[in-house]
């Protein structure tokens, strides 16, 4: 519909998160009120202390067809894990 | 305390709670008929966070009262010509426009006059102006960028918030009206001389309006009587029937 708000994802950083996680999408018609309609929308429960928006036809997405050709190359490459290495204890937490 | 300094402060508890009560039950009226999803939010967290703030108020306003009543007695079991809300507020919704003109012309004056409050002599009404001043601050925000957005928008939007601006003009002189009791309170240093807060007002105003291409009509006699009680318009009692008539059916009910 070409009277419709565009749509934008929605990025929240958590009160202890180190990384925005995707949460949700709106509409707005502009990246400032996009920011405050998430304000508004998804942080009421105090889930955020930061906010991104993405205009949702910025993001190139991958294909869900080319799933198998993408993804399934790497389901038999187990050596790939790091999980055939001691680790020492002094290292702590990987 | 003298008797006097108290039934003045508590007249000025009464004002500030019945503004917040009154415009977030206004707010509330939107719930679920906001013209979008995220307006719809945005408007009935906004009445929430007046409702939040019409408690503390009230309930300071029976601290100081000191017969018992409680804030929802204040609240649910007066009637019209004992309320002290501005005009302004108690006016109808009608449309999104009027909505968020209504909102804007408060804001702008409720966030001055609560970075005033915050300075007060009486220091239970700084702490609540304190915690307020944080919410209306992005009120303000929030409903000025959107009359600026449907002010220099369409001819149809434009229209509209003009429309708006003629009908609620008349309204914005009493928030700078004094009486006795501002003269008590200003004395006494809890709160602002109202008429100082005109200059600050004008110009915030002014800034967003030329920004949304608005022109603020001249009005030659304020519309006034709702805060000093004298006489309401007939909207508020229709709000009230609506809002009360739960403690009126059911008396004492609780959730």
Redo the contacts between chains.
């Keep these: 519909m070409q009277n419709e708000w565009p749509l934008w994802e929605i990025f929240i950083r958590g009160q202890h998160g180190l990384s925005h996680r995707h949460v949700g999408s709106l509409h707005a018609p502009d990246a400032e009120t996009a920011v405050r309609n998430a304000r508004d929308v998804y942080t009421r429960r105090s889930e955020g202390v930061s906010i991104w928006v993405v205009e949702a036809a910025q993001i190139t997405a991958s294909d869900p067809d080319a799933k198998e050709a993408m993804f399934e190359p790497a389901e038999d490459k187990v050596y790939r894990h790091p999980t055939f290495y001691d680790i020492p204890d002094d290292a702590g937490h990987m | 305390m003298s008797g006097n300094t108290n039934a003045s402060l508590f007249e000025f508890l009464l004002r500030q709670g019945d503004n917040t009560l009154v415009l977030g039950q206004r707010l509330s009226e939107w719930c679920g008929h906001g013209p979008?999803?995220?307006e719809d939010?945005?408007l009935a967290?906004i009445a929430l966070d007046l409702v939040g703030q019409t408690q503390l108020w009230l309930a300071l306003a029976c601290e100081v009262e000191g017969t018992g009543r409680s804030a929802d007695d204040l609240a649910m079991l007066r009637d019209v010509w004992d309320f002290r809300n501005l005009l302004l507020v108690e006016q109808p919704n009608r449309d999104f426009g009027m909505t968020i003109l209504r909102q804007f012309l408060f804001d702008q004056w409720h966030l001055l006059q609560l970075h005033a409050l915050a300075e007060s002599s009486e220091d239970r009404v700084a702490a609540i102006a304190t915690k307020a001043e944080r919410e209306v601050r992005?009120h303000v925000?929030?409903s000025s960028?959107a009359v600026i957005?449907l002010g220099d928008g369409t001819e149809e939007s434009h229209g509209r918030m003009q429309g708006a601006l003629d009908r609620l003009t008349p309204y914005i002189g009493e928030m700078f009206e004094a009486d006795a009791v501002d003269a008590a309170l200003v004395r006494d240093g809890v709160a602002p001389e109202p008429a100082r807060l005109k200059p600050a007002y004008d110009s915030a105003v002014a800034a967003v309006l030329s920004e949304a291409t608005l022109s603020m009509p001249s009005v030659p006699v304020a519309q006034t009587g709702g805060r000093s009680g004298k006489r309401h318009t007939e909207h508020l009692g229709h709000m009230l029937t609506q809002m009360q008539w739960l403690q009126r059916a059911y008396p004492g009910a609780e959730w």
């Design positions: 979008v999803l995220e939010i945005a967290n992005y925000e929030r960028e957005a």
